[in-house]
């Protein structure tokens, strides 16, 4: 068993992988005759291969608890994915990087429950990991034709501590 | 002042005018091993013009408190819009039928703190109204070319009771 140990959740040590969906930090300004702001923007919603559409979704997560064992990770060459929760509570995020077409150096990191993460297209990401309680977020990624996932089970796992 | 009375928020008498976007009656399927459970495709995402693309942004809206008065609705001719609770609490949506290019015989519903709406493109609506605090909405909404905002204000204005 490999282990990981959690960074702290920066914008620019997320750059890589995706972005960070918070108000903290983001561009705003005010809407509606001032009664709204507007944090403009925060994911960059990637849309690629035939006949694409946003599709919008709620994944319900069952709770994980540590130590929290990493199998396996995905991909989706296609889209990106936004997980943004619903329930004010925080999650696990692990991402990798791309060696020869496989995961590696995977980092992971615990996103608030005010910060939604948005994977970019073809990011190595580990499945939803909902901490503290069954929690739903809500989903933005890729519908259309064409293969958009890709799976890659380790030979050793990771645990995150 | 015209009068306008709560309707109940049902699938049937929102359809005309978008999505509720909840898990309530969803189609729904287990993915990630069985650990999430997905419901799948709740809103209807619509991306019309010149180089439109999907944003996802936060709006963050004052409370309203009752009795509410609408002066004005706007609709987005180009692209579908979508509100979903980030802090679990209400919010009022008021749409309406367009007849001869203004907003008629509007509708007003409470969508509870896990209920979503997704307006379609083209549909008269009210603009944000947080109820019981300031709230935070992820919205889901079109970027792109072209004008995608047309707002009328009511010579005589509505109020919600």
């Given amino acids: 068993m490999n282990h990981l140990k959690i960074e702290p959740l920066t914008k620019s040590a997320f750059a890589p992988f995706g972005n960070i969906v918070e108000t903290e930090g983001a561009q705003s300004f ?77 980092h992971a990191f615990i996103a608030k429950g005010n910060q939604g993460v948005n994977f970019h297209a073809n990011i190595w990401h580990a499945t939803l990991t909902a901490l503290e309680g069954v929690s739903d977020f809500l989903v933005v990624d890729r519908g259309g034709d064409g293969n958009n996932l890709e799976e890659h089970f380790f030979d050793i796992s990771y645990q995150v501590e």
Wanted: hydrophobic share 40%; proline share 9%.
């Fill in 30 to 106: 005010k809407i509606n005759n001032g009664t709204t702001t507007r944090f403009h923007n925060l994911a960059d919603v990637q849309l690629r291969g035939e006949n694409p559409r946003t599709l919008v979704s709620i994944f319900r997560g069952e709770e994980f608890k540590f130590p929290i064992e990493i199998k396996m990770m995905e991909r989706h060459p296609l889209g990106s994915q936004a997980f943004i929760p619903l329930n004010a509570r925080p999650f696990l995020v692990v991402v990798a990087e791309d060696v020869n077409a496989k995961p590696a150096h995977p």
